[in-house]
T-cell receptor
Framework: KQEVTQIPAALSVPEGENLVLNCSFT??????LQWFRQDPGKGLTSLLLIQSSQREQTSGRLNASLDKSSGRSTLYIAASQPGDSATYLCAVTESISGANNLFFGTGTRLTVIP | DAGVIQSPRHEVTEMGQEVTLRCKPISGHDYLFWYRQTMMRGLELLIYFNNNVPIDDSGMPEDRFSAKMPNASFSTLKIQPSEPRDSAVYFC????????????FGPGTRLTVL
């Protein structure tokens, strides 16, 4: 069974810093990988989706990379802001299951200190 | 579009009572997913539908849980009888085939069983 791990579990940084969140998965036969943001008591907001054939995706201050062969993805946040404070989740869909089952990591709780 | 709509947002009930959670997917989406989020297990897929037909219910914890999708715009997740260990946040998500398989999540229903 696919297992997704996120490190660190929690991270606090001062405003303005660049930071990297890590995600690793055990089975490299993935269809795609998504990064989500979850605010307390709220649903999940999709940030970036990387297809298995892609190496990275960018949206504003966010950049996600994917190294499928090594089972790793990173989410880079540039010039962090207090509004970036949230829990960040990565999730993969597997090729075998027909890209229908999302396997989620346990998340990284980010706090950006003003 | 209003996005995925879930109701109620919060539900508090007593052990043994029947609970029904509701979801309206994004119009035009042909896949619908039910997930459960707990502190211990994170986010897990319970069941998903394609064109209103249940495809994979292997994540449903036990017979007390049932899900239906009577039409393309409505789905229910029912727990009968409910138990305290069912307390969690239940998310509904939907996607359209061919759109990179990106899933869009609703705000969730926070269920507390006393």
């Amino acid at each position: 069974k696919q297992e997704v791990t996120q490190i660190p579990a929690a991270l606090s940084v001062p405003e303005g810093e660049n930071l990297v969140l890590n995600c690793s998965f055990t089975d490299s036969a993935i269809y795609n990988l998504q990064w989500f943001r979850q605010d307390p008591g709220k649903g999940l907001t999709s940030l970036l989706l990387i297809q298995s054939s892609q190496r990275e995706q960018t949206s504003g201050r966010l950049n996600a990379s994917l190294d499928k062969s090594s089972g790793r993805s990173t989410l880079y946040i540039a010039a962090s802001q207090p509004g970036d404070s949230a829990t960040y989740l990565c999730a993969v869909t597997e090729s075998i299951s027909g890209a229908n089952n999302l396997f989620f990591g346990t998340g990284t709780r980010l706090t950006v200190i003003p | 579009d209003a996005g995925v709509i879930q109701s109620p947002r919060h539900e508090v009930t007593e052990m043994g009572q029947e609970v029904t959670l509701r979801c309206k997917p994004i119009s035009g989406h042909d896949y619908l997913f039910w997930y459960r989020q707990t502190m211990m297990r994170g986010l897990e897929l319970l069941i998903y539908f394609n064109n209103n037909v249940p495809i994979d219910d292997s994540g449903m914890p036990e017979d007390r849980f049932s899900a239906k999708m009577p039409n393309a715009s409505f789905s229910t997740l029912k727990i009968q009888p409910s138990e305290p260990r069912d307390s969690a946040v239940y998310f509904c998500a939907s996607r359209m085939v061919g759109t990179n398989n990106e899933q869009f999540f609703g705000p969730g229903t926070r269920l507390t069983v006393l």
